[in-house]
C-alpha cells in the first residue's frame, strides 16, 4: 500500500504514484499559499508569491503562455510533498536517497495534469533570479552564501516581495492561472 497525503478538504494523492487526474487548483492554491519559501527559514513568504511574481516578470519580458504557465506551476509539487531546503536534498543524496525522484514524480503528474512544461531554460534562469532577488530584499546570508554561480542579476526593480498572507497568496495565483486558461 502507498502512503498518501491529505490536501485541503478531503483531497488525497498517492505519495510514490501521484494520478494527475487527483490534482486540483484549488488544492494547489492553498498548499503554495501556505508553503513557505526555503522551509520558513526566512520567515513568512509563501511559494505562491514567489510563482506569482517570477511570472509576472517573465510577463512583463514579453514571454508568451507556454513559459508563464510553466513557471506559475514550477514549485507546486511542493503544495503536495513541501519545499525541502538544498541543504536537506545534498545531505539526503549523501545518505544515498535522492529526494529529486519524489519530486519528479509530482512534477511530472503536475505537467501531464495541467499539459506544461516546466523545466524549460527561461524558467529556470528566472527562478535562479528569483532567488537572487530574495536574498537581495533581505534574505541575505542564507542565499548568497555560496556566492553567484553564474546566476543572472536580479530583476530588483521588478520583484517587490511584500509576504502576502495565505488567502491573498491563493487568490492571486488562481487568478494568474485563470488569466492563462490554467484549468
Given at each position: 500500500m502507498h502512503p498518501y497525503t491529505q490536501l485541503s478538504g478531503t483531497l488525497t494523492v498517492d505519495l510514490i504514484d501521484p494520478d494527475p487526474d487527483d490534482l486540483v487548483l484549488h488544492s494547489l492554491a492553498k498548499g503554495l499559499a501556505y508553503t513557505n519559501r526555503f522551509t520558513?527559514?526566512?520567515?513568512?513568504?509563501?511559494?505562491?508569491?514567489?510563482?506569482?511574481?517570477?511570472?509576472?516578470?517573465?510577463?512583463?519580458?514579453?514571454?508568451?503562455?507556454?513559459?508563464l504557465a510553466g513557471y506559475l506551476l514550477h514549485d507546486a509539487h511542493e503544495a503536495i510533498i513541501g519545499d525541502v531546503s538544498a541543504p536537506v536534498k545534498a545531505a539526503l543524496l549523501a545518505l544515498g536517497q535522492d529526494f529529486s525522484v519524489l519530486e519528479d514524480r509530482h512534477q511530472i503528474a503536475i505537467e501531464k495534469r495541467f499539459a506544461v512544461f516546466t523545466r524549460a531554460r527561461e524558467i529556470k534562469a528566472m527562478d535562479r533570479a528569483m532567488c537572487l532577488a530574495e536574498a537581495e530584499q533581505g534574505f541575505?546570508?542564507?542565499?548568497?552564501?555560496?556566492?553567484?554561480?553564474?546566476?543572472?542579476?536580479?530583476?530588483?526593480?521588478?520583484?517587490?516581495?511584500?509576504?502576502?498572507?495565505?488567502?491573498?497568496?491563493?487568490?492571486?495565483w488562481l487568478e494568474e492561472c485563470n488569466r492563462l486558461g490554467i484549468r
Open positions: 520558513g527559514a526566512i520567515g513568512t513568504y509563501s511559494v505562491a508569491e514567489h510563482l506569482v511574481l517570477g511570472m509576472r516578470c517573465l510577463r512583463d519580458r514579453g514571454h508568451k503562455r507556454g513559459i541575505g546570508t542564507l542565499l548568497t552564501r555560496g556566492g553567484s554561480n553564474g546566476w543572472p542579476a536580479p530583476p530588483s526593480a521588478e520583484i517587490k516581495i511584500q509576504r502576502w498572507a495565505g488567502p491573498r497568496a491563493a487568490r492571486e
